[in-house]
């Protein structure tokens, strides 16, 4: 079935630095949706990419989409401590169900 | 954006009880619903894929008859956790939304439920 990996599973970054998650398919996808999941917290709705080469700008949230659509990574600039949480690529199976990726969990050290 | 609730919030019950746990979309009418189960520090994996007014289709692995999905209207969605073990303590998670089988459009979760068994 469809494998959607993110790299790293985990990282620990000091406030002020900045923070990049990745998101690999092994088939070529259609769009990407982007989440945050808060601890304890369920997933909120960040961005959805459909284009290839796609970058998208949230204030301090860079989301770009790979020129192949296989792969996906959202950058962080200048973290803070209420980024901390888990970040969850979606990747769209069939027509309308998503399947999640592993996720990368942040933490922000103050 | 949209609002959807969970019921329970957390549930703990014995072993062999059935428990029920309720998804509403609060101000938009669902034709789809999903639900997910979480382990801890996992992702979120699909269950099944509920539909307003027809059955649910489920996933590889997962028992329609141990969890039972009812999408009786377009604002709520069901699911029961039939004679349930220790091994079904996860955090499950509906997720909605408002337009029939498009693709451009994002998921409104709800709260999530908590369930442990004893």
């Known amino acids: 079935g469809q494998q959607v990996m993110q790299i790293p599973q985990y990282q620990h970054v000091q406030e002020g630095e900045d923070f990049t998650t990745y998101c690999n398919s092994s088939?070529?996808?259609?769009?990407i949706q982007w989440y945050k999941q808060r601890p304890g917290g369920h997933p909120v709705f960040l961005i959805q990419?459909?284009?290839?080469?796609e970058v998208k700008k949230q204030k301090r949230l860079t989301f770009q989409f790979g020129e192949a659509k296989k792969n996906s990574s959202l950058h962080i600039t200048a973290t803070q401590t209420t980024d901390v949480g888990t970040y969850f690529c979606?990747?769209?199976?069939?027509?309308?169900?998503?399947?999640f990726g592993t996720g990368t969990r942040l933490k922000v050290l103050a | 954006g949209a609002v959807v609730s969970q019921h329970p919030s957390r549930v703990i019950c014995k072993s062999g009880t059935s428990v029920k746990i309720e998804c509403r979309s609060l101000?938009?009418?669902?034709?789809?619903m999903f639900w997910y189960r979480q382990f801890p520090k996992q992702s979120l994996m699909l269950m099944a894929t509920?539909?307003?007014?027809?059955?649910?289709?489920?996933e590889q692995g997962v028992e329609k008859d141990k969890f039972l999905i009812n999408h009786a209207s377009l604002t709520l969605s069901t699911l029961t956790v039939t004679s349930a073990h220790p091994e079904d303590s996860s955090f499950y998670i509906c997720?909605?939304?408002?337009?029939?089988?498009?693709?451009?459009?994002?998921?409104?979760f709800g709260p999530g439920t908590r369930l442990t068994v004893l």
């Open positions: 997720s909605a939304r408002d337009t029939p089988a498009q693709t451009y459009n994002e998921q409104f």
């Open positions: 088939t070529t996808l259609s769009n």
């Open positions: 990419l459909v284009k290839s080469g």
């Open positions: 979606a990747c769209l199976r069939g027509t309308y169900k998503y399947i």
């Open positions: 101000d938009f009418q669902a034709t789809t």
């Open positions: 509920s539909n307003e007014g027809s059955k649910a289709t489920y």
